[in-house]
């Protein structure tokens, strides 16, 4: 029987240190430091061509890669960074990107970043500032405006991982997710003064597998809103104040448009304060052949929300487009489990349903909302077979 000294075999930690040299020194070579593409970290000169050509190499190169971009301000005009790529690629952003002060140099853009058709995409860290606070003035004050870009959209992306990235004054929504699959967000923060206008902070639309977990929302408009055609999301650990609230909404595109509908999405552990809305299913008042289901809203706190629990089927705003019609959207099979707080108004749960599609398989579970320390009021038009347990105040409207 031969020794073990002679037989060939190389013992297991000599292997182990191999690889692990290996590893980090290919992790070093393909790393693409954007200021070795003339990156400029002084805010003020143009560094979109060094950060395209950062990309580009990244892009291109057989092995996983890295963009790193090293403390300090970028000045970044509208950018695509597009795939596909040969391996995996990794954003690593120690610092903050600007977009330029004057809007109207992104403001005929739809997108500020782009990130297209690319698969395994990590993006790390950093902050992105939109600096629109004088585009919001602008459209405030009903002047001729551009249409406004988005600060950070991926768009035919899969696979996809973004944790700790924090967007600041966007113009328009902060983060959107349109058209991926398998996307995790983790610690991410949006802020933008409550006043300013459709700056989202997540939208999501046409995905499937998202999820979030860990965010910090603090916005003018949605803190997450969730389009048409999105499918098995999953959200928790969401701050969201103050803000318009969570919403869903479906069938908001086009008139008449046959849309996509929005399935098994969960939110889970969540805080919302002083948002104007809290878990909001929102659609137009118009014929659609849409759907929302399998929702669950559990585990949520409110803290002076307006409207903490609501669905909107007769959405029509200006009345223009839609007066006198009803929502094609049909919902069914929401859940709200263990939602508690305090309601800014009295309303604290409405469900304000389409007459051709009534609410389907709503259900209350544990649900303790006040308005002002007492008792708050629900209303409800056009619900069917909905079911309540436990605690259920304000009491339950479609129950008889
Ligand atoms: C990063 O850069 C900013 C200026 O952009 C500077 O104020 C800050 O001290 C730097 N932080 C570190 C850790 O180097
Ligand atoms: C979340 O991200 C921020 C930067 O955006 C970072 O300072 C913080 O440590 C992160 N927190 C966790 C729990 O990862
Ligand atoms: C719902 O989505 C989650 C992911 O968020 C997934 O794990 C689960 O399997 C989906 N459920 C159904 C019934 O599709
Ligand atoms: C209800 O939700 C709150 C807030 O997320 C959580 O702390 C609590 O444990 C939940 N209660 C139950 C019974 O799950
Ligand atoms: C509902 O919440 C109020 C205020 O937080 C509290 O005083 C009350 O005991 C709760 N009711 C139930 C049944 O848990």
Not at 15 to 35: C, D, E, Q
Not at 258 to 271: A, C, F, R
Request: with cysteine; hydrophobic share 40%; net charge neutral.
């Amino acid at each position: 029987m031969a020794s073990p000294a002679n037989s060939g075999y190389v013992p297991f930690f000599i292997v182990a240190a191999v690889a692990l040299t290996l590893l980090i020194s290919s992790a070093a070579a393909h790393r693409y430091n954007v200021l070795r593409y003339g990156a400029r970290p002084d805010g003020i000169t143009d560094s979109t061509r060094p950060f395209l050509m950062a990309w580009a190499a990244a892009c291109s190169s057989a092995n996983a890669a890295t963009v790193y971009v090293p403390n300090g301000t970028y000045l970044l005009m509208a950018a695509v960074f597009e795939g596909p790529c040969w391996s995996k690629i990794t954003v690593r952003l120690d610092g903050t990107l600007v977009a330029p002060s004057d809007y109207r140099a992104l403001g005929s853009y739809e997108h500020w970043i782009l990130f297209m058709s690319v698969n395994k995409l990590r993006f790390h860290g950093g902050t992105v500032d939109g600096q629109a606070a004088r585009f919001w003035d602008c459209r405030m004050s009903g002047r001729d405006c551009p249409s406004g870009a988005r600060s950070v959209t991926f768009y035919w992306v899969n696979d996809v991982r973004v944790i700790g990235l924090t967007s600041i004054d966007s113009q328009m929504a902060h983060i959107v997710i349109n058209g991926c699959n398998d996307v995790l967000m983790r610690n991410v923060t949006a802020i933008a003064p409550k006043w300013s206008l459709n700056t989202d902070g997540i939208h999501i639309q046409g995905s499937t597998r998202v999820t979030i977990s860990g965010a910090t929302l603090e916005t003018g408009d949605d803190c997450i809103s969730i389009g048409p055609g999105t499918r098995d999301t999953f959200m928790t650990n969401i701050n969201c104040g103050p803000g318009h609230g969570i919403r869903y909404v479906s069938a908001y595109h086009c008139w008449n448009m046959i849309e996509d509908g929005v399935k098994n999405v969960t939110l889970t552990n969540s805080v919302f304060s002083g948002s104007e809305n809290g878990v909001r299913i929102k659609t137009w008042a118009r014929s659609t052949t849409s759907f929302v289901k399998m929702v669950i809203f559990e585990n949520l706190i409110m803290e002076n929300v307006m409207n903490p629990i609501i669905i909107d089927q007769n959405y029509c705003p200006y009345y223009e487009g839609c007066p006198n019609q009803n929502s094609g959207v049909r919902i069914s099979g929401v859940t709200y489990r263990n939602v508690t707080g305090e309601s800014a108004t009295r309303d604290a749960v409405v469900f304000d349903c389409s007459k051709s599609y009534p609410c389907r398989g709503i259900r209350l579970q544990g649900i303790n909302l006040t308005y002002q320390s007492m008792v708050a009021s629900s209303f409800c038009n056009n619900v069917v077979d909905g079911t309540t347990s436990g605690v259920v105040t304000p009491k339950c409207c479609f129950c008889f």
